[in-house]
Nanobody, 114 residues
Framework: QVQLVESGGGLVQPGGSLRLSCAAS????????MDWYRQAPGKQREFVAQITSESSTYYADAVKGRFTISRDNAKNTVYLQMNSLKPEDTAVYYC????????WGQGTQVTVSS
């Protein structure tokens, strides 16, 4: 049974930083690409970042240069370091992987506001 559990969201002022974590279980973590998506109120869920099994990384243009995705295979955990946060980064952030079907975490709320 695949489980993805996100943590680390919260309220932060514009320009601030947060680090999200996603702990995975039920998969051979090191062989899977892991992704972060986000969904703002009234908008569709959108891709944020991906890290492959070989630790190649890909980012949405909106977050490039501000967010960094990383993984720790020993801890079965993927991270999203978010710097220079903007109000438009406010969303529920979801961890995702694919193994025949899509697997999603429950999401963690990030609110950027003064």
């Amino acid at each position: 049974q695949v489980q993805l559990v996100e943590s680390g969201g919260g309220l932060v002022q514009p320009g601030g930083s947060l680090r999200l974590s996603c702990a995975a279980s039920g998969i051979i973590f090191r062989i899977f690409a892991m992704d972060w998506y986000r969904q703002a109120p009234g908008k569709q869920r959108e891709f944020v970042a991906q890290i492959t099994s070989e630790s190649s990384t890909y980012y949405a243009d909106a977050v490039k240069g501000r967010f960094t995705i990383s993984r720790d295979n020993a801890k079965n955990t993927v991270y999203l370091q978010m710097n220079s946060l903007k109000p438009e980064d406010t969303a529920v952030y979801y961890c995702h992987t694919y193994w025949g079907v899509d697997y999603w975490g429950q999401g963690t709320q990030v609110t950027v506001s003064s």
